[in-house]
């Protein structure tokens, strides 16, 4: 079994930053990619932005372009979400995911979720 543990959110202001660790452990033995998911209250838990293990290929969902950077410590089965110029629409619950392969909608693990509330 693969345990996901994310940490970093927190309340800010609107045009402040967050950074939002999650590390793997447990029997990982395939990784093809592992990426940020957010569900705001009442919407549907969307794709945030994800990095592939092997060649770093990143995609974002179009409204963090630009604003957010997401990163990866192999040797840590770490990723990092650098949040900048937070708006208040990003509050949301942020989950890490991890898929095995590409073909696989949605993330074969989760972590717990963790908040982040962008408000004055």
Do not use: H
């Amino acid at each position: 079994q693969v345990q996901l543990v994310e940490s970093g959110g927190g309340l800010v202001q609107p045009g402040g930053s967050l950074r939002l660790s999650c590390a793997a452990s447990g029997r990982i033995f395939s990784v093809y990619d592992m990426g940020w998911y957010r569900q705001a209250p009442g919407k549907q838990r969307e794709l945030v932005a994800r990095i592939t293990r092997g060649s770093g290929t990143t995609n974002y969902a179009d409204g963090v372009k630009g604003r957010f950077t997401i990163s990866r410590d192999n040797a840590k089965n770490t990723v990092y979400l650098q949040m900048n110029s937070l708006k208040p629409e990003d509050t949301a619950v942020y989950y890490c995911g991890l898929r095995n392969n590409r073909w696989t909608g949605t993330p074969d693990y989760w972590g717990q979720g963790t908040q982040v509330t962008v408000s004055s």
